[in-house]
T-cell receptor, first 113, second 116 residues
Framework: GESVGLHLPTLSVQEGDNSIINCAYS??????FIWYKQESGKGPQFIID?????DKRQGQRVTVLLNKTVKHLSLQIAATQPGDSAVYFC????????????FGQGTILTVHP | NAGVMQNPRHLVRRRGQEARLRCSPM?????VYWYRQLPEEGLKFMVY????????ESGMPKERFSAEFPKEGPSILRIQQVVRGDSAAYFC??????????????FGPGTRLTVT
């Protein structure tokens, strides 16, 4: 069945380093992908999204890369800060689903000062 | 512009009681989604509603769970005869449109349900 999964459940980095969080998806019909950040006790916060007709999209300090050939999505965070510490989820929307997002299990990012 | 509002933030119910979770979408948003999150897991889709219509309820358990989004007022997720396995965080999200199949879903702070 459909699934969205992450390669690494935890990631520890030093402040100022660049972080890369990976995500694999299995639904080849997925046409839209989102990265969310979730801090403890809070709801998911939208970070960046990308459509399936794109390979790369940049935001402020964040870049999302999409490789449809291998069904892989990554989130790059430049100059990681302690405030970036959170759980990061990738989510995808299948091409035939109206609103349903399928979430991965999440990666815990810890940034050490 | 206020974000997605959910209440209560924390809800404790004994087994067999009913739980009612409320969600007010962002201003101007007419699409509401409910997700459930178990500890240390990702969010699982439950139901997608527009005003007075259920669009997709493929993630809703067949029994005890229901959702509505009336013409006036918040969306309600109702769980009857709660069991311990219902303990989870329930998140509501809203979006402005699903036209063109691309949209952003904005999440509320969630309701943490504990069944004792």
């Amino acid at each position: 069945g459909e699934s969205v999964g992450l390669h690494l459940p935890t990631l520890s980095v030093q402040e100022g380093d660049n972080s890369i969080i990976n995500c694999a998806y299995s639904n080849s019909a997925s046409d839209y992908f989102i990265w969310y950040k979730q801090e403890s006790g809070k709801g998911p916060q939208f970070i960046i999204d990308i459509r399936s007709n794109m390979d790369k999209r940049q935001g402020q300090r964040v870049t999302v890369l999409l490789n449809k050939t291998v069904k892989h999505l990554s989130l790059q965070i430049a100059a990681t800060q302690p405030g970036d510490s959170a759980v990061y989820f990738c989510a995808e929307k299948g091409g035939t689903s109206y609103g349903k997002l399928t979430f991965g299990q999440g990666t815990i990012l810890t940034v050490h000062p | 512009n206020a974000g997605v509002m959910q209440n209560p933030r924390h809800l404790v119910r004994r087994r067999g009681q009913e739980a009612r979770l409320r969600c007010s979408p962002m201003k101007g948003h007419s699409h509401v989604y409910w997700y459930r999150q178990l500890p240390e897991e990702g969010l699982k889709f439950m139901v997608y509603l527009q005003k007075e219509n259920i669009i997709d309820e493929s993630g809703m358990p067949k029994e005890r769970f229901s959702a509505e989004f009336p013409k006036e007022g918040p969306s309600i997720l109702r769980i009857q005869q709660v069991v311990r396995g219902d303990s989870a965080a329930y998140f509501c999200a809203s979006s402005s449109t699903s036209q063109g199949n691309y949209y952003e879903q904005y999440f509320g702070p969630g309701t943490r349900l504990t069944v004792t």
